[in-house]
């Protein structure tokens, strides 16, 4: 999906082409509930999967930077830990590529 046309909100959802008699419906095919951006983003099939993943990355993020500064802890490059918790995560939510045998 090219970011340029989700913020600019025209991503061709079947809303906008139901108003303009284009789509006979305004529901999303996969799932039948009405075809918003936001729905097309972080509602359905596997951009829900998605959007959940980066919400439990920022949120993981968030209490790391929380909890380092409440030790008062400098605020150095702690990029390291940014990117273990996002391998972990990732892991949780898509699986890290290997079978199980």
Wanted: net charge neutral; hydrophobic share 30%.
């Amino acid at each position: 999906m090219n970011w340029y046309r989700v913020i600019h909100d025209i991503i061709p959802t079947d809303v906008r082409l139901h108003r303009i008699r284009v789509s006979p419906t305004d529901n999303c095919s996969e799932c039948n509930n009405t075809d918003t951006l936001s729905h097309r983003l972080a509602e359905c099939g596997e951009n829900k999967m998605r959007w959940e993943w980066i919400q439990k990355i920022i949120a993981r993020m968030w209490r790391m930077w929380r909890k380092q500064n409440a030790l008062g802890m400098d605020t150095e490059d702690h990029s390291e830990n940014v990117e273990n918790v996002e391998n972990v995560e990732k892991t949780k939510c898509f699986g890290n590529g290997h079978r199980r045998s």
